[in-house]
């Protein structure tokens, strides 16, 4: 055998690279098609926005007022989201939701004006996925003594 024979014979390369292409499509194939069918693929796509609010607190009137203002980041539709109350307290251990924000979407500029109970020691906006089973929190304040 020629050492020149040897060096220019690629007989075999493309064979075992068409084999490693056609198993690397089969595995990523086989990823895409099982994320959807176990219904991953909604809970990619539905992500919390990223939005700031401002909390401010009317503290001589009963219930204490509260109004949130969105002050910045990605407008939110306001179809999903919840006010939430929350107490601190382990007698009484309670959330509370308030709802009424009076645009369709939440843009810069926005505002929730409301009041909470008296026992609420935290206040949250949350976000909850169109799609349903899951809920992030994306503003939080807490209420002043």
Do not use: C
């Amino acid at each position: 055998m020629q050492l020149k024979n040897l060096i220019t014979d690629e007989d075999a390369v493309s064979p075992v690279i068409g084999v490693i292409l056609m198993v690397a499509i089969t595995v990523i194939l086989a990823a895409v098609i099982g994320t959807f069918v176990l219904g991953l693929g909604d809970q990619v796509q539905s992500s919390a926005p990223n939005a700031n609010f401002e909390f401010t607190y009317e503290q001589d009137t009963s219930p204490p007022g509260i109004t949130i203002t969105h002050t910045g980041g990605q407008d939110v539709d306001a179809d999903n989201v919840i006010i939430q109350g929350a107490s601190d307290d382990s007698d009484n251990a309670d959330t509370n939701s308030y709802t009424g924000w009076s645009d369709s979407t939440i843009s810069t500029g926005s505002a929730w004006d409301g009041s909470v109970d008296s026992s609420v020691d935290t206040v949250r906006v949350v976000w909850e996925s169109p799609s349903g089973g899951t809920s992030n929190t994306i503003g939080e304040s807490e209420v002043p003594s």
